[in-house]
């Protein structure tokens, strides 16, 4: 009897766990369902609202604007990626000053290699870099040389800033008296100061088949050979300074200027020229070369003299090779940016050069 007794009073605690553990499972399906529900709902409206854009006019006339022939252009699945470069900075000038109709002095220099090792992120088109100066971490110091880039392109346009400051030390590399010119090795000139800032803005005309991202960027990959002619408008300052006194000795004893010469310009300029992009290799291997010559107008003043009007001559060459196996890509790329001073006395001639090494990947 007590054993019944003890059966009869656990029964009901079970059966009240069991109900307890239905009601908990059903509300647990429930909750689930409900959830499934909405995110179901709400998934539709992600989609509705994609479809509504992809089919807004202004959308459809933009993407219209800037699309490619895919029979030469093929743009990745992966819109971003991640690159390192290895840049290198050298920069040369020459300066010629004529004593009489035949008789010609002429001073060559270049300024010390400046290492970078850098790292970006792209989203297409857009990239953002940091890189590190190497020859601060080294006894060759260079804090006197800046360089600032900034690049935008796409398939139809292109903006570049660039602002570029050297106070540092040059190596003067040859000295040319009338026909005798004199070569010259560690030789360091410090009286040198030049900056140089430039806007250009550019618009390719074969878009459709041509893409300047194949071998800036690497956001897109040239599939067959094509080029496009490209237009627009440059501005340009540049500020000189040399202070002759600083010359080594070899040198200050004939040269025909003994203090410091110091010059400014604004030039103005139409841009043309143009750009091609060859493709070899099982379409894997991309060469790049574009060629823009600058004309324009010359705003010159020289030791608080002028203004002057001359012609402006600022011409700019890219080239580059790009490899591209599956998502992974190499560049190898040159920059070079030549500003001509041409004046009745005086000549000045810089040239700007950047070259970099890319390795990276989309995702």
Not at 78 to 104: C, G, K, T, W
Not at 209 to 217: C, E, F, G, V
Not at 286 to 293: E, R, S
Request: glycine letters at 4%; hydrophobic letters at 35%; one cysteine or more.
């Amino acid at each position: 009897m007590t054993m019944a007794l003890a059966l009869a009073t656990a029964t009901p605690e079970v059966c009240a766990s069991d109900i307890d553990s239905t009601a908990t499972d059903s509300t647990v399906k429930q909750l689930t369902a409900t959830a499934r529900r909405d995110f179901s709902r709400g998934k539709e409206k992600v989609q509705k609202i994609k479809t509504k854009i992809d089919n807004d006019p202004f959308i459809t006339r933009f993407r219209r604007f800037f699309a490619s022939d895919t029979a030469y252009v093929y743009k990745p699945k992966q819109r971003m990626s991640v690159a390192l470069h290895n840049q290198i900075y050298l920069d040369f000038m020459e300066f010629y000053v004529p004593h009489n109709d035949e008789f010609v002095y002429g001073l060559s220099m270049r300024s010390p290699a400046r290492y970078n090792l850098g790292l970006s992120v792209g989203y297409r088109p857009i990239s953002i870099s940091y890189y590190l100066h190497i020859n601060g971490l080294t006894k060759h110091n260079l804090s006197g040389i800046q360089r600032t880039r900034v690049h935008w392109l796409n398939s139809r346009f292109m903006f570049d800033l660039t602002l570029f400051s050297d106070n540092g030390k040059q190596y003067v590399t040859n000295y040319q008296l009338g026909d005798i010119r004199e070569q010259y090795k560690n030789v360091t000139f410090d009286g040198y100061k030049f900056y140089y800032a430039n806007l250009q803005m550019d618009w390719f005309f074969n878009h459709r088949k041509y893409s300047p991202s194949a071998t800036s960027s690497c956001s897109s990959i040239q599939k067959r050979s094509a080029g496009s002619f490209f237009a627009g408008v440059s501005y340009s300052y540049q500020n000189f300074a040399a202070d002759c006194t600083l010359l080594p000795d070899t040198i200050q004893t004939t040269f025909p200027i003994k203090s410091e010469i110091y010059a400014n310009s604004h030039d103005f300029c139409i841009d043309f020229g143009y750009a091609h992009n060859f493709v070899f290799w099982k379409k894997r291997l991309t060469y790049n070369i574009t060629a823009a010559p600058r004309l324009g107008l010359k705003r010159f003043f020289q030791n608080d003299v002028g203004p002057k009007y001359f012609v402006a001559l600022n011409p700019s060459v890219d080239m580059a090779l790009v490899y591209n196996r599956s998502r992974y890509f190499v560049n190898l790329h040159l920059h070079a940016d030549m500003i001509y001073n041409l004046q009745n006395k005086n000549t000045l001639i810089t040239t700007l050069t950047d070259h970099k090494l890319s390795v990276g990947v989309r995702f």
